[in-house]
């Protein structure tokens, strides 16, 4: 399985922003899916926004508009930029790597916590 290094969380007043990164600690397959889950006290583990080597995404309704999805195949490092955070987006934020014939690597999480 493949590591995968997060960073970027922490602690945000409600309407602030945020940027989380997550990068694999070694080479990965070149085609593959990359993207964000995040799980809140309580709550089911739930998608937020992926995004395919080639760009194309795919976010959760609850964040569209608000969330940008991104990342840089040269750097394979993808990137999830959270503005007008809520309350609500308090949450474990993790990443995932899925790579073609050879299945889904996990980030170890991120804390986000958004005050009001």
């Known amino acids: 399985q493949v590591q995968l290094v997060e960073s970027g969380g922490g602690l945000v007043q409600a309407g602030g922003s945020l940027r989380l990164s997550c990068a694999p600690s070694?080479?990965?397959?070149?085609?593959?899916?990359m993207g964000w889950y995040r799980q809140a006290p309580g709550k089911q583990r739930e998608l937020v926004a992926t995004i395919t080597t080639l760009g194309s995404t795919n976010y959760a309704d609850s964040v569209k508009g608000r969330f940008t999805i991104s990342r840089d195949n040269a750097k394979n490092t993808v990137y999830l930029q959270m503005s007008s955070l809520k309350p609500e987006d308090t949450a474990v934020y993790y990443c995932i790597l899925d790579q073609t014939y050879r299945g889904r690597s996990w980030g170890q999480g991120t804390q986000v916590t958004v005050s009001s």
């Open positions: 070694r080479t990965t397959f070149n085609v593959n899916v």
